[in-house]
């Protein structure tokens, strides 16, 4: 007769032969890799701080692929196996690819994110002076908690166009002697009628006003001046001829966007994870874009990362992953080979490099336990994102998420499965079902993340750097 111990041991054995298991990569990382992570991630929280726009991060990413070897994409060119190019599209939108051995027939591996961030931008006539002090008008780009932007420290990042057509790169707030801005708030005291509003009403999008200052212009007279002059908004305007050349009808062709004055940092005592603006979806565009360039063999099929704009205003314009820039690539690449743009397209398999949200035990009811990812259990395979009955999501075939699980699997890498919350309470997208669109195999893959869209993200280290072994093994062996 079985006893009890017997019976136990077996259950036990079943269950590690037949229970889905998820691995922590805080228990599984050796020694070695925990510093190779953590290596990896000084570099990665460097590119956050100096990329804090989507044409700060195209500059940063032709940075990286020239370090690497990679030389400007030429149309008509004919390239080679084992040829590094990379493609700028308006400066906001880039392309890197390593030519494969085998023909673009059999298709490309793509890893497809996006560079830009919620953020709140500069409307085009911004500048005005109310009661002696200047602001900004603004108008908030993504979807953002509007009331975590006040009483924070903000930088002024961006380019203004002269009418001259000269440019003027602008960059005020990252600096230590920087001065910063900020979007006041009320204080507590005389917040009654605030509180009555509902949060997403807390401060409205027209109270997102940025204060930049409140010196009057002096007249070089001793005369007093009136108030209602607007002199403060003079002396603005002086202090930005005097070190721009700048006049106010400049503003008019201007892409200023306002994002947090802070670095990126640890976060713990142990130093395991990273706060920093900007991660979603900086984190998987940067570890994309390293898994490219560190490839040190010529690969089998031609590997692409294309790093979009305007995902989160619906991926639509010229710069965002709607438009025609990586489809005009891949046909230039297949033109060179004779073959049709349909084949290369209907043979490549994507991963859409984008993040997921983690679980986060102080709102615990806002997502499915068995269905979200955690922090430090890997990078995230999400199947379908969409809301509600899963609209707006490409939702990948039983096939191809099973190839991706055995590579990961064969690969060694740390991976979990998620969604973006319960069924009928939220739900997002990516840029997945364009790419899908095009009749490409497409699965999201990303780095759950937590306070996502906020002005300070959170991110494991161990997720990120299983991240960028995850895009490296499906460039490197996925076939």
Not at 21 to 49: H, I, M, P
Request: proline share 3%.
């Amino acid at each position: 007769m079985p006893t009890e111990k017997n019976n136990n041991s077996k259950s036990k054995q079943l269950k590690e032969k037949l229970f889905l298991k998820r691995k922590s990569t805080v228990k599984t990382f050796t020694e070695a890799e925990q510093k190779k992570a953590d290596k990896f991630c000084e570099e990665y929280k460097g590119f956050l701080n100096a990329a804090k726009t989507e044409r700060e991060a195209v500059d940063e990413a032709v940075m990286v692929c020239i370090n690497a070897g990679f030389s400007e994409f030429k149309a008509g060119k004919k390239y080679k196996a084992g040829d590094k190019i990379y493609a700028v599209n308006r400066v906001k939108n880039v392309i890197a690819a390593i030519i494969g051995i085998e023909s673009l027939q059999k298709g490309v591996n793509l890893i497809a994110a996006h560079i830009d961030s919620p953020r709140i931008d500069l409307k085009q006539n911004p500048l005005y002076e109310e009661a002696e002090l200047a602001y900004f008008k603004t108008h908030y780009y993504g979807g953002i908690k509007k009331y975590q932007w006040t009483a924070t420290p903000l930088a002024l990042h961006g380019v203004i166009i002269k009418s001259d057509l000269s440019s003027v790169k602008v960059c005020i707030g990252e600096d230590d002697n920087d001065p910063v801005f900020t979007v006041t708030d009320l204080l507590p005291h005389l917040s009654q009628e605030q509180y009555k509003r509902p949060a997403n009403q807390l401060i409205k999008g027209e109270e997102l006003n940025i204060l930049i200052g409140s010196r009057p212009f002096k007249e070089e007279t001793d005369n007093a001046s009136a108030p209602g002059t607007e002199l403060v908004k003079l002396n603005i305007m002086k202090l930005l001829n005097e070190k721009y050349g700048l006049v106010e009808a400049d503003f008019l062709s201007a892409e200023l966007e306002a994002v947090p004055a802070f670095k990126a940092r640890d976060i713990g005592f142990d130093r395991s994870l990273i706060g920093s603006y900007g991660q979603d979806d900086r984190v998987c565009a940067y570890t994309a874009l390293k898994a490219l360039v560190d490839y040190t063999k010529t690969p089998k099929k031609t590997a692409v990362v294309v790093l979009a704009d305007k995902e989160e205003v619906g991926s639509d314009g010229n710069t965002g992953m709607k438009s025609a820039f990586l489809k005009d690539f891949i046909d230039e690449l297949a033109n060179a080979e004779k073959i049709p743009l349909r084949t290369v397209l209907g043979n490549s398999k994507c991963l859409s490099a984008d993040v997921n949200v983690a679980f986060d035990p102080t709102f615990p009811d806002t997502t499915e336990k068995l269905n979200v990812a955690y922090m430090n259990y890997g990078v995230a395979l999400t199947k379908y994102t969409g809301s509600r009955g899963k609209a707006g999501t490409s939702d990948a075939s039983a096939e191809f998420t099973a190839e991706i699980r055995k590579l990961f699997d064969e690969n060694k890498i740390t991976w979990q499965t998620g969604e973006l919350g319960k069924v009928d309470l939220g739900g997002g997208g990516t840029v997945a079902m364009y790419l899908a669109n095009l009749n490409i195999d497409t699965i999201d893959v990303g780095v759950p993340v937590l306070s996502m869209h906020a002005p300070y993200e959170v991110v494991s280290k161990g997720d990120v750097y299983n991240t960028y072994r995850a895009y490296k093994a499906f460039m490197q062996n996925y076939k």
